[in-house]
């Protein structure tokens, strides 16, 4: 079983001998999104009704796959030597029925998951309670159906008044057009600025402050969903801690996450009739709050449609939304049918078939039209002298639902890990005065590369610095230009650097920063490598992902592995095709394989290319020695599955993902970096005065060398000081060296080395 984990006095996590160890892995799955039974992705176009009058009658059964295919799944996840997974589950497969309702069989189900996951060994797994803009009935995923209902949305009349972009509603079930560029384009931004999306987060957030009138059940409809999202998420983890608890004893299961990128709503908006400067990601339709609302009351209107360029959002013309009288909102018969059958009880005040920010006064009709009345409604609160902003929402709002999450989860469990996620590119809240118990909070970010998420492409000429435009660092984008593929490597490693020495300066050096999401599209081109075959470009942009990783030492999550991953439909979610794995590329591969009559190259990962390499050691300072494999000292938990058992197919951009790391490091990280093309790894450590295995040789730092980039015959290794064996079994290096400052490096072929002190073997 893997180790138990701690988290250092620096913010890194180790062991509990105080060996530095990373966690790499991935999220597992976006199938986690979408009802298994019926099986509904967000390209099944609706035909009737029971898409929403259904939604109760749902199953996640199954998602994110089914049982039989567990190991199989794990193996070839933990054949990259990824340690972690991050799994997603979303509010709506726990309490799909309504409030109070909780699906036990599926919690079931994925307690059978993680005790497969468990028995193969060796992998780490936190929850996230995922969602995006909410729930997949406004265009994403997370929040049952009748959480909308809640709030007063009729859900069915969002197409007309484009409350939400909903892939499902798009396709005509008439033509039955089944083609993937019949969609609109799904960003951040599509659904986030929308109706539907800003309003729930308000509401969940702040409604006290800017929906007192929305009172259900005797609490505000903010007190209502934050108790209601807590209780469900929470009943999934006391029922694994009462039904498996051998799921946290062996270190399996290390903790839970608050939630998936939460989003401040309408909050900080300064003048609802104009569409904020600071909106960086404009596609398609970008209506103002002040004209969603009116849309969302049904009423005609003209807003502006935006194309993306390379700097910034551009004005592509107007578009007239005609809304054919279709209100986003319940009427009073379809609300007075929704509160009976979920047993709410709503105040007198609490109007159906209006627009709730049009009942507390923020616009109104009048003769002459709609009238906005208090344009900076959700930028200013009563008391309250400061400007509320999205910084006053992360430092304010956000905290006071992160207190509540805090103290519920501690109440159950004092021991695993809580991971706080504050917004997207946005600075964490500082926390310091709350009650977080020290060495048990870590602060998990995200990342994507704006240009190669908005155009589909990896740019090898230039890029620009994403983190730094949002954060609103240049006057022009244009000024955040950088040239050239080496430069972009390293503006990649920058932004990550930044993001994580704000956390350390905010939170704490004790906080581990953890990107819990990052990677790279692979349908880049137009898809062109799966015709082709020639994955550089996704290679050459997950190679400069990684390498940004690496060189500040940060645990991460990709997103994603897709169990279900095909060249037509992605990730089989709003057209995302973010998987490492696909199953179309797998089984193109080996097609491709069959046909032909070539020899797997040298350090391919059949057992065939490799049952020949030996363990060995040599020293620049004494005799060549070999080393039986027996003797070599082994880590308690491999990098990877044993050599006969080294799964990588079906994954994409091998070259970029499969890479030399530190497994164990004894002592504390300075620099790390692999020049793909040259096959070069370098590591340097400031390592902890010199300790005695039990065998008696000096304490180790341990690597992970994969064959597939190193083969043993030709390999080169140079250190400062020290021995080394390495471990064929399982592709580990293990380096014995002495305190203070420490360096190796290791190349795939043999260099002439200038150090007469250096350690090689060949």
């Known amino acids: 079983m893997p180790e138990k984990l701690y988290i250092s006095k620096k913010g890194e996590f180790c062991d509990a001998d105080g060996n530095v160890v990373i966690l790499r892995g991935v999220n597992l799955d976006p199938n986690a999104k979408t009802p298994a039974n019926p099986a509904i992705t967000t390209h099944f176009p609706i035909k009737d009704d029971s898409f929403w009058d259904g939604?109760?009658?749902?199953?996640?059964?199954?998602?994110?796959?089914?049982l039989d295919q567990v190991e199989t799944h794990i193996?070839?996840?933990?054949?990259?030597?990824?340690?972690?997974?991050?799994?997603?589950?979303?509010?709506?497969?726990?309490?799909?029925k309504g409030p109070g309702i909780y699906d036990y069989e599926y919690m079931d189900y994925l307690i059978e998951v993680l005790r497969i996951i468990d028995r193969v060994g060796g992998v780490y797994v936190y929850l996230d309670p995922h969602q995006d803009v909410w729930s997949r009935f406004s265009g994403g995923s997370g929040a049952p159906y009748w959480t909308l209902l809640a709030a007063g949305f009729q859900p069915k009349r969002f197409r007309k008044n484009e409350a939400a972009i909903v892939h499902n509603t798009i396709i005509d079930p008439q033509t039955g057009k089944d083609d993937p560029e019949a969609f609109p384009r799904m960003v951040w931004a599509t659904n986030y600025y929308k109706l539907a999306c800003q309003t729930m987060f308000t509401l969940f957030f702040a409604g006290k402050y800017f929906a007192p009138k929305c009172i259900i059940n005797g609490v505000n409809i903010q007190d209502y969903l934050q108790q209601t999202y807590l209780d469900a998420i929470l009943t999934l983890y006391k029922h694994i801690q009462q039904n498996a608890p051998e799921l946290f004893e062996s270190n399996c299961i290390i903790g839970l996450e608050s939630m998936n990128e939460p989003n401040h709503g309408f909050l900080g908006t300064l003048n609802l009739g104009e569409i904020e400067k600071e909106r960086n990601l404009r596609v398609g339709s970008t209506p103002t709050a002040f004209q969603s609302f009116m849309m969302g009351e049904g009423i005609d209107t003209t807003i502006e449609r935006y194309s993306i360029t390379v700097f910034g959002p551009q004005r592509a013309g107007l578009k007239n939304v005609s809304c054919m009288r279709?209100?986003?909102?319940?009427?009073?018969?379809?609300?007075?049918?929704?509160d009976a059958k979920y047993g709410w009880q709503r105040d007198a005040g609490w109007l159906a078939d209006t627009c709730i920010w049009r009942l507390h006064g923020v616009w109104e009709h009048t003769t002459h039209g709609p009238k906005l009345n208090i344009p900076d409604y959700f930028s200013r609160i009563e008391g309250v002298s400061a400007t509320i902003d999205e910084t006053y929402f992360i430092n304010n709002m956000f905290p006071e639902y992160f207190n509540r999450f805090h103290k519920a989860f501690r109440a159950i469990d004092q021991e695993?890990?809580?991971?706080?996620?504050?917004?997207?590119?946005?600075?964490p809240p500082n926390l310091r005065h709350l009650d977080i118990i020290p060495g048990k909070t870590i602060c998990a970010c995200h990342f994507y590369d704006g240009l190669s998420l908005m155009f589909k492409t990896w740019n090898k000429l230039y890029n620009v610095n994403t983190f730094g435009i949002v954060r609103g660092n240049y006057s022009n984008p244009i000024f955040s230009v950088v040239f050239g593929e080496r430069r972009i490597r390293e503006s990649f490693r920058d932004q990550l650097r930044m993001m994580k020495q704000e956390v350390h300066e905010i939170l704490g050096k004790d906080i581990p920063v953890f990107f819990s999401e990052i990677g790279m599209p692979f349908d880049m081109n137009n898809k062109a490598a799966y015709s082709s075959g020639d994955y550089t470009s996704q290679t050459r942009a997950m190679n400069a992902i990684a390498y940004a990783l690496e060189g500040n030492h940060l645990s991460f999550s990709l997103w994603c592995y897709a169990s279900?991953?095909?060249?037509?439909?992605?990730?089989?979610?709003?057209?995302?095709?973010?998987?490492?794995?696909?199953?179309?590329?797998?089984?193109?591969?080996?097609?491709?394989?069959?046909?032909?009559?070539?020899?797997?190259?040298?350090?391919?990962?059949?057992?065939?290319?490799?049952?020949?390499?030996?363990?060995?050691?040599?020293?620049?300072?004494?005799?060549?020695?070999?080393?039986?494999?027996?003797?070599?000292?082994?880590?308690?938990?491999?990098?990877?599955?044993?050599?006969?058992?080294v799964d990588h197919s079906g994954i994409r951009a091998l070259d970029?993902?499969?890479?030399?790391?530190?497994?164990?490091?004894?002592?504390?990280?300075?620099?790390?970096?692999?020049?793909?093309?040259?096959?070069?790894?370098?590591?340097?450590?400031?390592?902890?005065?010199?300790?005695?295995?039990?065998?008696?040789t000096l304490a180790a730092t341990y690597l992970f060398l994969p064959t597939h980039h190193f083969d043993v015959d030709t390999l080169s290794i140079s250190t400062s000081s020290g021995t080394f064996m390495y471990n064929a079994e399982y592709q580990t290096l293990k380096w014995h060296h002495e305190g203070g400052k420490q360096s190796i490096m290791i190349a795939?072929?043999?260099?002439?080395?200038?150090?007469?002190?250096?350690?090689v073997v060949m």
């Open 326 to 338: 279709e209100k986003a909102w319940l009427s009073e018969e379809e609300r007075n049918a929704a």
């Open 748 to 759: 795939a072929r043999a260099k002439k080395l200038g150090d007469e002190d250096s350690c």
């Open 656 to 696: 970029a993902l499969l890479r030399p790391f530190p497994v164990k490091i004894h002592g504390r990280f300075v620099s790390a970096g692999f020049d793909l093309d040259s096959k070069v790894y370098k590591l340097k450590i400031h390592a902890r005065a010199p300790s005695k295995d039990a065998d008696g």
């Open 75 to 96: 193996n070839r996840i933990k054949s990259l030597g990824y340690n972690h997974i991050r799994l997603p589950f979303t509010w709506e497969s726990l309490e799909h």
């Open 55 to 66: 939604a109760d009658d749902v199953s996640f059964i199954g998602h994110p796959f089914p």
């Open 416 to 427: 695993s890990f809580v991971l706080l996620q504050p917004p997207v590119f946005k600075c």
């Open 564 to 645: 279900e991953n095909c060249y037509k439909w992605g990730d089989n979610w709003n057209n995302e095709d973010f998987s490492i794995y696909s199953e179309d590329f797998a089984k193109h591969k080996a097609a491709i394989t069959s046909a032909s009559s070539k020899p797997r190259r040298a350090g391919s990962p059949s057992p065939s290319s490799s049952s020949s390499v030996s363990p060995s050691i040599r020293s620049g300072r004494t005799k060549t020695d070999f080393v039986e494999r027996s003797q070599v000292v082994e880590l308690s938990t491999p990098p990877t599955p044993h050599r006969e058992t």
